[in-house]
């Protein structure tokens, strides 16, 4: 699912010129699940639907991480089955990082991205596990035994 709107970011990006066209693959991947949290808090009013965007968050910026790891080397097998060495240009975060100057920091950001990421993880698993025990001491004993 994240692919799926991550490519469809580089193209809503596409007016903003052609940093933002790069960048705004992985911002996109990163901007829905973020909308799909803010959503379920305000319109839904439904911290557990919340909890779950978090999750997908978290999961999504560990997704990502791999591939800003791979800027430098540029060996992950990317769409189309090519990698960023066999067509020059095509590999979003050696762009972004080396248009930067950033591109030895490769590692660094993706290892601060995955920790995020993880922090995410476990802080969607947290708030969900506590809304569901909450919601698990509430109920009634009797409403699923037939009586």
């Known amino acids: 699912m994240n692919l799926v709107f991550h490519e469809a970011g580089h193209i ?15 911002a996109m991947q990163l901007l829905i699940p973020l909308v799909v949290v803010i959503a379920f808090l305000l319109q839904n009013r439904d911290p557990f639907g919340a909890s779950v965007g978090l999750w997908w968050l978290g999961q999504s910026a560990k997704d990502l991480a791999p591939y800003i790891n791979d800027a430098r080397l540029q060996a992950l097998p990317l769409l189309g089955g090519v990698t960023g060495r066999d067509v020059p240009g095509y590999h979003d975060w050696n762009n972004l990082l080396g248009r930067t100057g950033m591109l030895a920091w490769d590692t660094t950001i993706a290892r601060g991205v995955d920790l995020a990421g993880t922090i995410l993880l476990i802080a969607a698993m947290t708030w969900g596990g506590f809304i569901l025990w909450r919601e698990y001491r509430r109920h009634d004993p009797g409403l699923y035994d037939g009586d």
């Open 12 to 26: 809503l990006f596409m007016p903003f010129g052609d940093f933002m066209t790069v960048l705004g693959g992985s």
